[in-house]
């Protein structure tokens, strides 16, 4: 047995002495300290010392010998020594202390209330034994009902204070049976907590109510370290957080935490923590949690490694603008030839004249895609706002588009004002206009209209493109604002295209604080381009 046991066991001896044994003590040195002030002689009669030393005889044996190693019950004995000690005083000291007897409550309720339930009768018994002893001792049998009520009053008082004291132990043990297990239970949902938020790929970090830390996973503890936050106390400011940039410092109260805690909405973006060369890409959520009445516990704060996510979107990004200037330069060389052939073949040469159109054609149809290309990696660029007639830049994509595109003229039917102005990004906007212009004649059912309407008010510009065709299903229109997302339809109609015309119109909204609203069903598909009626610099 280690040495942590032995002191484990000795403590559980102490303190059962001292809870069980000590009251009944306390009464005997009580009676003790009354003899020896009022009638000393009393302690001349042998079985009152008997009954001292054998009071002291169960007291050093409570605390001395190793009952934790000894069957529950065989503790029992010395509340019987007890009880054998009380009848040797009370034969004695009755006459002079009638509450000698009383000190019989101490055992009886021990053996009632720290036994099993049978010990009850050990109570009784015991009773019995004190109040018959005087006449075992003298060989006699009470005389009078007056004795024999005497004699019997304490085992039926014993009987009535044991079962009391019985219940009372039995709902006692069911309580504490009940905590036991309501606490185990505890240990192990905070331990299966625990394993579940170590396994979750996401730092989660919980404060209280007074935004100090509560809790905070293994991935939420390494993410801190990287920042350079110190998580021990407020404020919870790192020096290694960055912008979107990778560059720019975040400033201390406009980092994650911080603004957490301040029960702000966490969806601008991505930031980025640690030193270079060892940064990682993270995104945020918070919320604060309140009790029914509203009452603030904490907030509870999640962010997610998405380094890999943004190490991903870079390279489609360095892509897409890669790729589309390295083939706008032949391209530009292509359609220069194709002129200097043109200006070179004689008008008479109608065949060749045919193929240089086709070449023509199909020349411009990849310079269109080049520049959907463009346009999609330049998506991101700052923001140049100015005064424009939004009514008069509609009216010019309109007329682009039909030029481009043949037969259109007639099925655009216009709704607009005779002026509109804002001040928003021209050239983005216009390039916008024409992609929603363009996704309408290229799902629209061969020769029906396009309903384009603008509106304005004080606060909003609002610009609706609108076709006849095939619906765009509820789970694909999340997606459709995606690059490179072409629908079934889109792909079972060969339509042309690299799926980038609707993330083009879904940036230049954003960049400008708008949105973009889509309505598709019963063959009518709808696309609102909301932006506000003025945009500040970026």
């Known amino acids: 047995m280690t040495r942590a046991h032995q002191e484990r066991d000795v403590r559980w001896r102490v303190r059962t002495a001292i809870r069980a044994q000590l009251p009944f003590v306390l009464g005997v040195l009580y009676l003790v300290a009354a003899i020896a002030l009022s009638t000393p002689e009393l302690f001349a009669p042998a079985l009152v010392g008997w009954g001292f030393a054998l009071v002291a005889f169960a007291t050093v044996g409570a605390l001395a010998l190793p009952w ?9 004995v010395i509340p019987a020594i007890d009880m054998l000690a009380i009848a040797f005083l009370r034969n004695d000291l009755a006459t002079t202390f009638g509450w ?44 009078t009902a007056l004795q024999w009520f005497n004699l019997l009053g304490l085992p039926v008082l014993s009987v009535g204070i044991g079962l009391v004291a019985m219940l009372a132990s039995q709902r006692l043990r069911r309580s504490a049976a009940a905590t036991q297990e309501a606490l185990r239970a505890s240990r192990d949902g905070e331990i299966l907590l625990a394993d579940v938020l170590n396994t979750v790929n996401a730092g989660i970090i919980h404060f209280d109510a007074d935004g100090r830390l509560a809790g905070a996973n293994a991935h939420a503890v390494r993410l801190a370290e990287l920042g350079g936050i110190d998580m021990t106390e407020p404020p919870y400011v790192g020096d290694a957080i960055l912008g979107p940039d990778r560059a720019t410092p975040v400033p201390g109260d406009e980092q994650i935490v911080e603004r957490a805690l301040r029960g702000e909405e966490l969806d601008d973006g991505i930031a980025w923590l640690g030193p270079p060369g060892r940064q990682v890409a993270v995104v945020a959520s918070a919320r604060r949690v309140r009790r029914d009445d509203g009452e603030l516990l904490g907030t509870v704060l999640v962010v997610y490694d998405v380094t890999e996510l943004a190490h991903a979107a870079e390279l489609r990004e360095q892509f897409l603008e890669t790729v589309s200037h390295e083939l706008r330069t032949p391209m530009t ?8 052939l043109e200006e070179e073949t004689d008008d008479t040469a109608v065949k060749q004249r045919q193929y240089l159109d086709v070449v023509r054609r199909r020349s411009a149809d990849l310079m269109d895609r080049i520049r959907e290309m463009l346009a999609a990696a330049e998506s991101d660029t700052p923001l140049h706002p100015a005064p424009v007639d939004v009514a008069a ?9 039909t030029e481009k595109v043949a037969d259109t003229a007639t099925r655009i039917v216009v709704s607009v004002p005779d002026q509109a ?36 008010d004080d606060e909003r510009v609002r610009l609706s493109v609108e076709n006849l065709g095939p619906d765009i299903a509820p789970e694909e229109q999340p997606r459709v604002y995606d690059r490179f997302y072409r629908t079934p339809s889109a792909i079972s109609r060969a339509v042309q295209g690299f799926g980038l015309g609707l993330t083009v119109v879904a940036a230049t909204a954003a960049a400008h604080g708008g949105h973009v609203h889509l309505d598709s069903g019963g063959g009518h598909t ?7 009626r003025t945009v500040a610099p970026a």
């Open 100 to 143: 000698v007897g009383g000190l019989a409550l101490f055992p009886i309720l021990w053996l009632a209330y720290g036994f099993a339930w049978y010990a009850i009768f050990g109570a009784v018994l015991g009773s019995a034994f004190i109040t018959s002893f005087p006449y075992l001792l003298d060989q006699e049998q009470p005389s």
């Open 68 to 76: 934790e190693h000894a069957p529950a019950g065989w503790l029992a």
């Open 526 to 532: 709808r696309f609102t381009l909301d932006l506000p």
């Open 393 to 401: 830049l509609v009216d010019r994509a309109i007329g682009a588009v």
């Open 421 to 456: 102005l804002a001040t928003v990004d021209g050239a983005r906007l216009s390039q916008a206009v024409r992609e929603l212009l363009l996704n309408a004649l290229k799902f629209s059912d061969p020769g029906t209209p396009i309903a384009v309407a603008l509106s304005a």
């Open 333 to 340: 060389g292509i359609l220069g030839f194709l002129d200097l």
